[in-house]
């Protein structure tokens, strides 16, 4: 008979040692310095939004002093009532939402819409022309500024609104961005809207967009974002001083003026900035879940 023996070895031998800089008090430290860096980036972004928001309630000497005062001696709020009594802000601040408004709509519609057909559509040459389209991103709207300047002039709707919602209703990106959210929806859910009847229309309105809200509101924001922000476009086509941007009635606010209250020009910079991220965060939630869908496929 065979005795055996079993050797217990004690529980500190059997678990491995953790390795040097794997415990808890090592991720603590990586994660604190991580969080202090990410801190340190989030103010040195905000930082001159912070001093643009205290230039905006100073008077005109305290602005550029030396050394800088983040803070004003005295807050001059009436910096905000100037701004309006000596501009045409209201007329910039329509025409920037009109154009804004119209332009975000139109780019939704169609992008969606080009998307669904490049997604869904089989036809000889999709997958080419979808690439030659998408690479027009690449080319700089300075290579053929002129030739459509020229175009659009001849048509009659230079210096209009008209002639701005014409130059940015179409855009590749906004395809790219809802086709590859398209991709990730099931193909039998378009399979199951022609069982019950549906046509390519009715399932685009009736299944896709409904599905592809996220998509949609991260373009809407980037698309609204950059509108407004626009300067090259209307300073280019919008002569007319009624049918000034914001953002070219502010600049033309400094030209026009030989002592600039900067003061008061940046409590209007304060206004123009103030709806863009109202919106950005209100909408932060569907912009990140469209920008993470989107680039998945299912």
Do not use: C, H
């Not at 559509?121 to 002129?146: D, E, K």
């Amino acid at each position: 008979m065979t005795e055996t023996m079993t050797l217990v070895a004690p529980s500190s031998a059997r678990r491995p040692r953790a390795a040097g800089g794997s415990g808890p008090v090592a991720r603590r430290i990586r994660r604190g310095i991580l969080y202090a860096i990410l801190l340190a980036a989030a103010a040195a972004m905000l930082t001159p939004f912070f001093w643009m928001l205290m230039s905006s309630l100073k008077n005109a000497n305290e602005v550029f002093s030396v050394p800088v005062r983040w803070l004003p001696e005295v807050f001059v709020w009436e910096n905000y009532v100037e701004i309006w009594e000596r501009s045409d802000i209201l007329t910039w601040i329509r025409n920037t939402l009109v154009l804004s408004v119209a332009v975000t709509a139109l780019q939704v519609l169609t992008g969606s819409f080009a998307a669904y057909g490049f997604s869904r559509i089989r036809f000889p040459g999709r997958n080419a022309l979808f690439l030659l389209y998408v690479a027009t991103i690449a080319v700089p709207w300075q290579s053929y500024m002129i030739p459509q300047f020229i175009m659009l002039t001849n048509a009659g709707v230079a210096n209009t609104l008209w002639s701005i919602i014409f130059l940015q209703t179409f855009g590749a990106f906004g395809v790219f961005l809802m086709k590859q959210f398209y991709e990730t929806v099931p193909e039998e859910l378009s399979e199951a809207g022609r069982l019950d009847g549906l046509s390519e229309y009715g399932i685009w309105w009736r299944i896709m967009v409904p599905l592809s809200v996220p998509a949609i509101a991260s373009l809407s924001l980037l698309t609204f974002v950059n509108t407004w922000n626009d300067y090259l476009g209307p300073l280019i086509y919008l002569r007319d001083p009624s049918l000034w941007t914001l953002q070219l009635g502010l600049q033309n606010f400094v030209s026009s003026l030989y002592d600039v209250d900067y003061g008061v020009l940046f409590a209007g910079l304060v206004i123009s900035v103030l709806p863009i991220a109202v919106i950005f965060l209100l909408g932060q939630r569907f912009f990140v879940e469209g920008i993470a869908t989107s680039g998945m496929k299912g």
